[in-house]
């Protein structure tokens, strides 16, 4: 089945302990994304990469880092979580033209306190 | 930079009636517009999206939308609201090259009465 895939679905952490969410798709898709989603803020973008080893920031990059070592994989890392970045995030992928729809992942609940 | 405004962010109707949400744009060339729909726990799945041509489109479930570029406007339409459709609908907007970057409105819940 073609899917986006995000770890862990669920994740309460603490202040400054890093941690990583993975994302990882099936659909050899070249460009990947990562958003937050707060309420009535919408979906906010993190950063994406059009392939591998080629990423750049989005709107609302701070306090995040991605890499993008493999097609299928597209890692978002908090090197110091902070309180304001409790929020649900979600990854999606697209392959480089077509219709430019994007596949989202079911979304990673993040809460740091 | 673009935005997105959703101006309702609530709104109820009854099954059976029909709907229309409202999507504003800010973008200074042509621009990428997608609606999204995302039912509780679950993400995002793409109703339809807007490129060029026909101002129109029509989407999956039952869904249209019209450009309106002298609006800076993209509103989503159903004729006739089933209890299914109760969900948060998001308008983006896409820029940079092929619409690499999304930008989203903050989203309109939709209840639906029976």
């Known amino acids: 089945e073609a899917q986006v895939t995000q770890n862990p679905r669920y994740l309460i952490t603490v202040t400054g302990k890093k941690l990583t969410v993975t994302c990882s798709q099936n659909?050899?898709?070249?460009?990947m994304s990562w958003y937050r989603q707060d309420p009535g803020l919408g979906l906010r973008q993190i950063y994406y990469s059009m392939n591998v080893e080629v990423t750049d920031k989005g709107d609302v990059p701070e306090g995040y880092k991605v890499s993008r070592k493999e097609k299928r994989n597209f890692p978002l890392i908090l090197e110091s979580p902070s309180p304001n970045q409790t929020s649900l995030y979600f990854c999606?992928?697209?392959?480089?033209?077509?219709?430019?729809?994007?596949?989202f992942g079911p979304g990673t609940r993040l809460t740091v306190t | 930079a673009q935005s997105v405004t959703q101006p309702d962010i609530h709104i109820t109707v009854s099954e059976g009636a029909s709907l229309e949400l409202r999507c504003n744009y800010s973008y200074g060339a042509t621009p990428y517009l997608f609606w999204y729909v995302q039912s509780p726990g679950q993400g995002l799945q793409l109703l339809l999206k807007?490129?060029?041509?026909?101002?129109l489109v029509q989407g999956i479930k039952g869904f249209e939308a019209e450009f309106k570029r002298s609006q800076s406007s993209f509103n989503l339409r159903k004729p006739s609201v089933h209890w299914s459709d109760a969900a948060e609908y998001f308008c983006?907007?896409?820029?940079?090259?092929?619409?690499?970057?999304?930008?989203f409105g903050g989203g309109t819940r939709l209840m639906v009465k029976p």
């Open positions: 659909m050899n898709h070249e460009y």
């Open positions: 807007y490129f060029s041509g026909d101002t």
């Open positions: 999606a992928s697209r392959p480089t033209g077509g219709t430019y729809e994007q596949y």
């Open positions: 983006a907007v896409g820029a940079g090259n092929a619409g690499n970057m999304l930008t």
